[in-house]
T-cell receptor
Framework: TQLLEQSPQFLSIQEGENLTVYCNSS?????LQWYRQEPGEGPVLLVT?????EVKKLKRLTFQFGDARKDSSLHITAAQPGDTGLYLC?????????????FGRGTQLTVWP | NAGVTQTPKFQVLKTGQSMTLQCAQD?????MYWYRQDPGMGLRLIYY???????DKGEVPNGYNVSRLNKREFSLRLESAAPSQTSVYFC???????????FGSGTRLTVV
């Protein structure tokens, strides 16, 4: 059972376009994390959102956590080729003291010059 | 550099062979994790360890064993490799909920 559904699975856009990646679940999470992964490397944490309704900005990236803490979105403004990579959302299990993560399947983003 | 170090980076095994994937972290984290990543499947948790000497099963533990002998090191063992275990394996450590996890660069394993 996939707890987190990410969409779209693939996204291919031109430099300068805007895009949004969605991460949805029927489960409530204590927090949600977004990672970016490049070929041959492990995922690297971009941001953690903790509070329902929270919005965080990281330069051209805007992350939002849903009010009910079941979903999240990542919006990139004026995408650049350097944004190319696999974007993963991960929900932190509300019932786990360890902060166990459940990952979505990822969105492969390609930005063409 | 601080982080998580995995060895080896690449490995090819024959069906039935055994091997141990090594992972070491120098961030003084209590929690460590082993994930596997397959195309279109995301990252799935194999085993995790809350602290030295403790381990627990994740989503896909069958065919694997782990060992957490000290705070730094968390190893993953395949006793009898099967083609279904062909995957990229990631080790991670971290404080968890707020500050996220640090992943190693992965071990790409092929079982033929």
């Amino acid at each position: 059972t996939q707890l987190l559904e990410q969409s779209p699975q693939f996204l291919s856009i031109q430099e300068g376009e805007n895009l949004t990646v969605y991460c949805n679940s029927s489960s409530v999470f204590s927090s949600l994390q977004w990672y970016r992964q490049e070929p041959g490397e492990g995922p690297v944490l971009l941001v953690t959102v903790v509070t329902g309704g929270e919005v965080k900005k990281l330069k051209r990236l805007t992350f939002q956590f849903g009010d009910a803490r079941k979903d999240s979105s990542l919006h990139i403004t004026a995408a650049q080729p350097g944004d190319t990579g696999l974007y993963l959302c991960a929900g932190v299990d509300r019932g786990s003291t360890l902060g166990r993560l459940y990952f979505g399947r990822g969105t492969q983003l390609t930005v063409w010059p | 550099n601080a982080g998580v170090t995995q060895t080896p980076k690449f490995q090819v095994l024959k069906t039935g062979q055994s091997m141990t994937l090594q992972c070491a972290q120098d961030m003084n984290h209590n929690s460590m994790y082993w994930y596997r990543q397959d195309p279109g499947m995301g990252l799935r948790l194999i085993y995790y360890s809350a602290s030295e000497g403790t381990t627990d099963k994740g989503e896909v533990p069958n065919g694997y064993n782990v060992s957490r002998l000290n705070k730094r090191e968390f190893s993953l063992r395949l006793e009898s490799a099967a083609p279904s275990q062909t995957s990229v394996y990631f080790c991670a450590g971290g404080p968890g909920q707020v500050y996220g996890y640090t992943f190693g660069s992965g071990t790409r394993l092929t079982v033929v």
